[in-house]
């Protein structure tokens, strides 16, 4: 089946980049979307970045627009997110999804999800 796998997280100063990667397995991905979430504590889960494994397209939150870049490496089977001039409010646990669909914000249709990898931005 499929799995997802994150890493790259840890502690970070404000102002700090960080890579996050998500190795992806079990499946045939080219139909797929994947995008990357992030939960902070006590709060809900909110979409950041998305991006198409075929065709490349990629779709940001607004919110999120020249903070973060997502890509993708075809032969690795990996999805990165790039996340620049992080600041004590990125703290969070981010996660990896995967769907067979087109891009969307909406968390509840994504069916496959990784474990997260915890951010933590502090001076």
């Known amino acids: 089946q499929v799995q997802l796998v994150e890493s790259g997280g840890g502690l970070v100063h404000p102002g700090d980049s960080l890579r996050l990667s998500c190795v992806a397995s079990g499946g045939v991905f080219s139909d797929y979307a994947m995008a990357w979430f992030r939960q902070a504590p006590g709060k809900g889960r909110d979409f950041l970045a998305g991006?198409?494994?075929?065709?490349?397209?990629?779709y940001y939150a607004d919110s999120m627009k020249g903070q973060i870049t997502i890509s993708k490496d075809n032969a690795k089977n990996t999805v990165y997110l790039q996340l620049n001039r992080l600041e004590p409010e990125d703290t969070a646990v981010y996660f990896c999804?995967?769907?067979?669909?087109?891009?969307?914000?909406?968390?509840?249709?994504?069916?496959?999800w990784g474990q997260g990898t915890q951010v933590t931005v502090s001076s």
């Open positions: 991006i198409r494994w075929s065709e490349g397209t990629t």
């Open positions: 999804a995967a769907a067979p669909r087109p891009i969307t914000t909406l968390s509840y249709l994504y069916p496959y």
